[in-house]
């Protein structure tokens, strides 16, 4: 079936790396997406990343892909109390996006 | 530039009510969809549509209706609400229903915060 499993927090210190992590069981999705959620609002594409690349970077995001274990990863360079956030791991299936749980990152001072 | 615009933001219903959830887009998307979002569970589809006429089930479409008569409006129908039903609900459209990079990407409305007591 379709399922998508995220940690569902993390916390880390401003200036620090985070890494979310997301395992999937759907290998069939062209893109891996990484939507970002604000207090109080929608969700937004942050990156994604092609099915047949291993690593997507883009500033201060670096995405990896291990498609043979089925682990997508998002790495924030830098943290920033900015990026304090929800971030969702999503890929497509037969024409809509199914989402993980969402890992709520939090960033200290 | 209003993107995706859902109203209600906030309502707050009793058992056995009905009512409907507003959304519109003016980026002549093809496709729209409903999530509803609770604690724990991230977001899961509830109805979808790849155009005007044609609406389809997702993961938990029941105690929902939707229709889609024009492609500017999906509407979210709750005939009887239940205090299952107590979510935050977003609705969401993109070009088409093959999601891919770029224009393809969904677009997110802000949200509508439902209490059903």
């Known amino acids: 079936g379709e399922d998508v499993e995220q940690s569902l927090f993390l916390s880390v210190r401003e200036g620090d790396s985070s890494v979310i992590n997301c395992t999937y069981t759907d290998s069939s999705s062209t893109y891996l997406y990484w939507y970002k959620q604000e207090p109080g609002a929608g969700l937004q594409l942050l990156t994604y990343?092609?099915?047949?690349?291993d690593m997507k970077q883009d500033q201060r995001l670096t995405v990896l892909l291990n498609k043979k274990d089925k682990h997508l990863s998002l790495r924030i360079a830098d943290t920033q109390t900015g990026d304090s956030a929800i971030y969702f791991c999503s890929y497509s299936s037969q024409g809509n996006l199914i989402f993980g749980k969402g890992t709520k990152l939090s960033v200290k001072p | 530039n209003a993107g995706v615009t859902q109203t209600p933001k906030f309502q707050v219903l009793k058992t056995g009510q009905s009512m409907t959830l507003q959304c519109a887009q003016d980026?002549?998307?093809?496709?729209m969809s409903w999530y509803r979002q609770d604690p724990g569970m991230g977001l899961r589809l509830i109805h979808y549509s790849v155009g005007a006429g044609i609406t389809d089930q997702g993961e938990v479409p029941n105690g929902y209706n939707v229709s889609r008569s024009t492609t500017e409006d999906f509407p979210l129908r709750l005939l009887s609400a239940a205090p299952s039903q107590t979510s935050v609900y977003f609705c969401?459209?993109?070009?088409?229903?093959?999601?891919?990079?770029?224009?393809?990407?969904?677009?997110f409305g802000a949200g509508s915060r439902l209490t059903v007591l």
């Open positions: 969401a459209s993109s070009y088409s229903g093959q999601v891919g990079p770029g224009a393809n990407v969904l677009t």
């Open positions: 980026m002549n998307h093809e496709y």
């Open positions: 990343i092609f099915s047949n690349m």
